[in-house]
């Protein structure tokens, strides 16, 4: 740190950095609080566009760590959605051992490597802090007159094949959770996937009579609940706060059908330990706020706080999950 | 009256101090963003929205909805003076605008921007104001078949509308057809043309370096080569007396401009659609109905006037299906929308009653920003034309560098600053070859969506193309269609006519 305190000419990082440092001793921390602080705006890369779910929960951190002070420097959110998450994993992979650039993921952090050979997974990042756990409902019309999984499985059967469930993107969560499905209830090629833009798009189309099915996040099931959409099951181990009508899988007799998605942050690989120490509090501190706790109840969403070593073995099972799901599917060979 | 009520109830709320003020801001920002190629109002609103974290969400939404509207009506600055355009929905203002400008009539086009956006707005917000509801009832029965059936009528209006060249017109539209096939596929999820795995093609290409290096880099490529001759190009003049005389003028395009603004407003609504292809159509139907449509192209006001109207009605409607189904209409309520999920709101039905305060004081501050925004854009008006007036010489580097901020800004991606000069060589060749420029433009704009409902609706109906045709279960497609294929039909009646008359003539 001194090398690069020496070689910077210029007056204003040398003081930012001053005055933070001086910041941490006048707040009196007994506690031996990371020596790294951000010294340029921190680039808060999302693996998806603008205005998707990813996105938001993105929005939301940056306005809470500003709101809250918590940060020396911005976080500047960038969309990189290209290749299902491709271009975000490779534009991190690029930056290894850059300590001002995160990324926060979803589900396709795990598949798209897997998928697309990529020359990057979760092993050459810096696993730092998971946040939430979202959950999947299944959700049919309310026009349909189905009430439960039993009416679901009969007019699906009655279908013969065309019935259709939309979801976000190709071999993504959404198609992994209805393949589950499918192979929990004997509906093997009873069931079209079509694929859309974004969960809400999935939603509408599902209010709107478009498709029979859907697989969507309670959050975007909200806007037309219970007027148009029905919840008939939670793809949870317990039923959802939000939603405590509504049996989970586990106790319609169908415990595997369990499926989460995370939502963490990852650095780098090869930042420097202190770096990752300044993250690590960053991230329980937002993880404890008050605003954090607000917003998980309200969209149903599971709040899941976790860093360390436990994060790591953590995205090392999901990891494994996932490449299984693909298997499964045909999708990936060994 | 219960809409009255709560519309006064929602004045009353956008009137107070703080709320006028972030309109305000809002308002002048906007302007100032949307005149700025490249900056457009998503990446505006996206940039911006951290302000927002201070206030309550009332005046935030205000504010950011009071960036969407000065952008709407900043967009035609820079369509219109450099022939640039700052967003997809201004594209079809460079049509008659820029040619308007070149005239030393700059001013006029401004004006008519101005005033045709301030009266699509007004239009369209009324419409919001007594038919949400109702109107979002609607817009859930537009599926992917649906959706696809307006895209093709997008494409019909705009059809016949070429060059003189219809084969360059059809290779033009091919190009941007292709172009938009590249980056991830949603169907299959793969990516597609990325060349071995270049990773600035992941995200395809973006329309916005497309349009401002054919338009913006060609334009500047095009002039070193035509010569600085500055003085006879912008003599624009701008005072009360002018401003009246385009007024007056515009009277007589009264009835295009409520064409515009009904038209924008209902494709706006459509999520997925926007206000980008009703510019287009706004323009097209504009065209057909003029009574000298050969004016269109070089410099007609109702040129100006058709598009204008109609992406500011449209970016109203787009507002629409985010508060009541929670989907954006357009790209930067996309990003709205994510800042509602941030202040904890959920959208739909209940919003509307559970948050009254915010819905209407939204609703109530519309009014007041859209009559902010004509007085801003007309103020503004002499900024730019003096603007114009400065040397080529001066200016041809400072718009280089604005267009490279815009390459830029979208994907923060040196690969697509490099990506755009190529276009800017490719626009040159193509204005040296006469080749249309708006055909490629519109193409690579809507290819992606096209290409999605299309084979989104493939899927549902297991391969059968029948159900585009489908009078019993998709009737709004069915009809949408028809009419798309009669547009298509249209332009080809004059030629077969005169095909048989020259036949009739030989045989005699």
Known sequence: MMKSLKASRRAIPFLTLALSLFIVVALGTTQALAAWKPTRPIEFVIMAGKGGGADRIARLMQKI?????????????????????????????????????????????????????????????TPVYRLAMDTFLLWVNTKSGIKNIDDFVKAVKAKKGKWTMGGTGKMQEDQLVTNMLMQAYGLKGMITYVPFRGGGTVAKNLAGGHVDSTVNNPSEGLPHYPGKMRPIAALTPERIPAFKEVPTFKELGQ?????????????????????????????????????????TSKKALNRACLSGAPLGKFFANEDTKHKKLLMGMGLLKN | MEILGNLFYGLGVAVSPQNLLMALFGVILGVAIGAMPGLGSVNGVAILL????????????????????????????????????????????????????????????????????????????????FFAPPLAEFALRFGPPEEFAVVLLAYATFAGLGGESPLKTIIATMLGLLMSTVGTDIVSGSPRL????????????NFLVLAIGIYGVGEIFYTLEEGFKTKERYQAKLGVAEILSTLKRLTQCTSTIMRGSLLGFFVGMLPAAGATPASFM????????????????KGALEGVAAPECANNAASTGSML???????????????????????????????????????????????????????????AVPIFIWMLRMPMTILAPIILVVCAVGGFSPTQDMFDVYLMFIFGAVGYI?????????????????????????????IMSHGSPGIFFDFAGHPIAAVLMMVSAVLFVLPLVPMILKFRVSRAGTSS
């Open chain 2, 321 to 379: 299906p985010m508060l009541t189904l929670g989907i954006p209409g357009s790209p930067t309520t996309a990003v709205m929308l994510g800042a509602l999920f941030v202040w904890g709101l959920v959208p739909g039905p209940r919003l509307f009653v559970e948050n009254a305060e915010f819905v209407w004081g939204l609703t109530g501050s519309l009014y007041i920003a859209n009559t902010m925004a004509v007085i801003v854009a007309i103020f």
């Open chain 1, 255 to 295: 415990p595997q059908l369990v499926y989460f998605m995370q939502r963490s942050i990852n650095a780098p690989g090869g930042i420097p330990k202190d770096a990752l120490a300044w993250y690590t509090d960053l991230f329980n501190k937002l993880c404890n706020s008050n605003e954090w706790k607000d917003y």
């Open chain 2, 282 to 297: 706004s323009y097209s139907i504009a065209k057909r109905f003029a009574k000298k449509p050969e004016e269109f192209g």
């Open chain 2, 194 to 205: 990325i060349f071995g795995g270049i990773t600035g093609f992941y995200h395809g290409i």
């Open chain 1, 65 to 125: 760590v500003t709101q809250n002070k918590w940060s020396p420097q911005p976080l500047v959110p960038i969309n990189k959605k290209g290749g299902s998450g491709a271009e975000a994993m490779l534009y991190l992979l690029s930056k290894k051992g850059n300590p001002h650039v995160i990324l926060v993921t979803l589900n396709s952090f795990f598949t798209t490597p897997a998928l697309r050979k990529l020359p990057v997974n979760y092993t050459k990042l």
């Open chain 2, 430 to 458: 193509f204005r040296k070859l006469d080749y249309p420029l708006a055909p490629m433009v519109l193409a690579l704009v809507l290819g992606g969506l096209t290409e999605r409902t299309f084979r989104q609706s493939m």
């Open chain 2, 50 to 129: 951290p302000i927002t974290f201070a206030v309550p969400p009332t005046s935030a939404i205000i504010f950011l909805a009071a960036i969407y509207y000065g952008a709407m009506y900043g967009g035609a600055i820079s369509s219109i003076t450099l022939n640039i355009p700052g967003a997809s929905t201004a594209v079809a203002t460079t049509f008659d605008g820029y040619p308007l400008a070149r005239r030393g009539k700059a001013a006029d086009a401004l004006v008519t921007a101005a005033v045709a956006s301030f009266i699509g707005g007004t239009i369209s917000i009324v419409l919001f104001t």
